[in-house]
Nanobody, 123 residues
């Protein structure tokens, strides 16, 4: 069992930066963690994943070079540093975790989810 709580969302102008945090607690250590986002009327979109053991990361092209996932195991926190934000990055951002991770990038592979934090980027 893993519990996740996101924070750090807000409003920012295009070109700005935000850092999201996900504080997690667990009975069993998650194998992988990820960030997803969902804009109104759109499907949930993967924005990055990290393997907890070796901290290898993967990003889709839409955010590669702008977003960075990092993990602080001592503080039980997962971060998403977002730079050069664009209006199309506006969405609710969710932290997710799983103990098995059958597919690193698909949302249905993740069992545990936070409640989300809103990010709004204005032009």
């Amino acid at each position: 069992h893993v519990q996740l709580v996101e924070s750090g969302g807000g409003s920012v102008q295009a070109g700005g930066s935000l850092r999201l945090s996900c504080t997690f607690s667990y009975t069993y250590n998650p194998y992988c963690m990820a960030w997803f986002r969902q804009a109104p009327g759109k499907e949930r979109e993967h924005v990055g994943s990290i393997y907890v053991g070796n901290e290898n990361t993967w990003y889709p092209d839409a955010v590669k070079g702008r977003f960075t996932i990092s993990l602080d195991n001592a503080k039980n926190k997962l971060y998403l540093q977002m730079n050069s934000l664009k209006p199309e990055d506006t969405a609710m951002y969710y932290c997710a975790a799983d103990l098995v991770c059958s597919d690193f990038v698909k949302d249905d592979s993740y069992t545990y989810w936070g409640q989300g934090t809103q990010v709004t980027v204005s032009s």
